[in-house]
């Protein structure tokens, strides 16, 4: 059974860092391409992110450009976000996704057919 595992939210002040882990088990991970996507308090979930299953290709939203970036290291079964410089509009539940489709840019949730549970990243001061 595909499951999808991340970990490494928290609480970090304006500035900071943090690196997300996404884990998966029951599938041929290199065959997915993974989306990191987020939820802010009484928004509607965005996309930030997605890797190809080669780790060749990447795609970010403007609003992140710069300062998030992805990686994998499909050896591990293990897809990262490393986040720098993070604002407080940056605190949402942040999920990663798996689909056998392309990463694209356009980063739409729909196109992404498995999801995790989610991690919470929380910018304050």
């Known amino acids: 059974q595909l499951q999808l595992v991340e970990s490494g939210g928290g609480l970090v002040q304006p500035g900071g860092s943090l690196r997300l882990s996404c884990a998966a088990t029951?599938?041929?991970?290199?065959?997915?391409?993974i989306g990191w996507f987020r939820q802010g308090p009484g928004k509607e979930r965005e996309g930030v992110s997605c890797?190809?299953?080669?780790?060749?290709?990447?795609n970010y939203a403007d609003s992140v450009l710069g300062r998030f970036t992805v990686s994998r290291d499909n050896a591990k079964n293990t897809v990262w976000l490393q986040m720098i410089s993070l604002k407080p509009e940056d605190t949402a539940v942040y999920y990663c996704?798996?689909?056998?489709?392309?990463?694209?840019?356009?980063?739409?949730?729909?196109?992404?057919?498995?999801w995790g549970q989610g991690t919470q990243v929380t910018v304050s001061s």
């Open positions: 996704a798996a689909t056998l489709g392309p990463c694209i840019a356009t980063l739409s949730p729909s196109e992404f057919d498995y």
């Open positions: 029951g599938f041929t991970w290199d065959d997915y391409a």
């Open positions: 890797i190809s299953g080669s780790g060749g290709g990447t």
